[in-house]
């Protein structure tokens, strides 16, 4: 399904299992009540369908630092790796 709001795709979804699927919204903007969805030839008042759950105030930074004794890190990690290491 292609679901845009403001030219952007939304929505980003994952199929782990029959059973099992992981979806998170893909945006950050606050919502008007004159914006729309737009899912594939429809048109969709964005407030007609979803109420605010938070207003979020920043973003994940992709960046960060680890403080370790152990040289055991690679330079980069990306964040659901770091298991591999610890111990």
């Known amino acids: 399904m292609n679901v845009k709001f403001k030219n952007k795709n939304i929505f980003h979804v994952e199929i782990i299992?029959?059973?099992?699927?992981?979806?998170?919204?893909?945006f950050i903007k606050k919502i008007n009540k004159k914006d729309f969805l737009f899912i594939n030839n429809y048109?969709?008042?964005?407030?007609?369908?979803?109420?605010?759950?938070?207003?979020?105030?920043?973003?994940?930074?992709?960046?960060?630092?680890?403080?370790?004794?152990?040289?055991?890190?690679?330079?980069?990690?990306e964040n659901h790796n770091i298991f591999k290491y610890l111990k």
């Open 43 to 77: 048109r969709l008042r964005f407030l007609d369908y979803f109420n605010y759950i938070t207003l979020r105030r920043g973003i994940h930074s992709k960046n960060g630092d680890i403080l370790s004794e152990k040289k055991i890190f690679p330079k980069k990690i």
């Open 17 to 26: 299992s029959n059973k099992k699927i992981f979806y998170k919204t893909n």
